[in-house]
């Protein structure tokens, strides 16, 4: 197997130009009024027309009615929706039925019973694990937290999943030797400020992310594909 990295909040050409660069396999657009990182519909249409064709695209929602997600999908023309809210499994069966794109579901992950909701959104094509938000937090994702990542060391879980929440240069090799994830999510953990990519930063958690991998999937003998 081979990792999969996403860089998520992308706002300006020049950061999404130097993520396409460095050789990410998606995208993230955020659509969420109270992020930092929230485009308009205008902004998402000029990033997905200089992405398209160069890597997967993905647009983030939370508990976006149907209508909003029609807009999204016209403005960025992605390849994936991702919900990271409180969607309902009827919900995201819903959704991937009416727009015929694959679905990413994020987890909020507190401890090990947070877990249980993987056996629910078993239509989900793929899913994240973000920390959950603390308390009264204004999102619910992006906060730079991390969850325990040893409650990820023994499940077993399905369907195709990332790993989200608090990523960065300074902990990744860690985070994939204790999970042995094949996808990252990063988003806050390659920023500068809050919203603000730094193009240097994402090059440099893509190297090494891809690097402790190599390591890891030669330690355990296990080959790529």
Not at 167 to 185: F, P, S
Request: charged content about 20%.
């Amino acid at each position: 197997m081979t990792l999969l990295i996403k860089i998520c909040g992308l706002s300006t050409p020049d950061t999404l130009a130097a993520t396409i660069d460095a050789g990410v396999d998606m995208v993230g657009f955020v659509f969420f009024a109270p992020s930092p990182r929230n485009l308009s519909m205008e902004q998402a249409s000029t990033l997905g027309r200089q992405a398209q064709g160069k890597t997967l695209k993905v647009a983030l929602s939370v508990d976006a009615d149907d209508a909003f997600i029609d807009a999204m999908i016209e403005a960025a023309r992605p390849d994936l929706l991702q919900l990271h809210g409180h969607e309902t499994p009827d919900r995201v069966r819903a959704l991937k039925a009416r727009t015929g794109l694959p679905i990413i579901k994020a987890i909020h992950v507190s401890g090990l019973g947070d877990l249980a909701a993987c056996a629910l959104y078993e239509d989900a094509d793929r899913l994240i694990f973000d920390a959950r938000p603390p308390k009264g937090a204004a999102l619910p994702g992006g906060n730079g937290a991390a969850f325990d990542w040893t409650v990820l060391e023994r499940v077993q879980i399905k369907t195709p999943w990332m790993l989200s929440g608090g990523l960065g240069i300074h902990n990744v090799e860690e985070a994939l030797a204790v999970t042995r994830a094949h996808g990252l999510d990063v988003s806050s953990g390659v920023e500068c400020a809050p919203g603000v990519k730094d193009v240097d930063m994402i090059a440099r958690f893509v190297a090494q992310s891809r690097s402790a991998y190599a390591r890891l999937a030669l330690g355990s003998g296990a080959g790529t594909a």
